[in-house]
Nanobody
């Protein structure tokens, strides 16, 4: 089982930047890791995922060009750099690690999940 812990959420004004982190706490990890988000009244949305030892990534259209997913294997940490933030980016952001047998991407099936970190973007 993969255990994950997010940090770095907070409040920022529109147009600002924020970086959130996800520490892999368990000895077991996964090549495919990602970030998802959920805002009030909406379902969970795939934001970005990373695989192939960090060389390949998927991004949701809504964040392309603004968000960057990266991974530090030495620190067992996944990051999401968020720039040009918009109020609609406000959500709880969840780190996720793909379960075996699952295909990397932005579908929310077959992941291990962290508890989430809140990001608020004010206009």
């Amino acid at each position: 089982q993969v255990q994950l812990a997010e940090s770095g959420g907070g409040s920022v004004q529109a147009g600002g930047s924020l970086r959130i982190s996800c520490q892999v706490l368990s000895t077991e990890s996964a090549d495919c890791m990602g970030w998802f988000r959920r805002s009030p009244g909406k379902g969970r949305e795939g934001v970005a995922s990373l695989y192939a030892q960090g060389r390949m990534a998927f991004y949701a259209d809504s964040v392309k060009g603004r968000f960057t997913i990266s991974r530090d294997f030495g620190k067992n940490t996944l990051y999401l750099q968020m720039n040009s933030l918009k109020p609609e980016d406000s959500a709880v952001y969840y780190c996720a690690a793909k379960r075996r047998g699952g295909r990397c991407g932005l579908s929310d099936e077959l992941w291990y999940w962290g508890l989430g970190t809140q990001v608020n973007v004010s206009s």
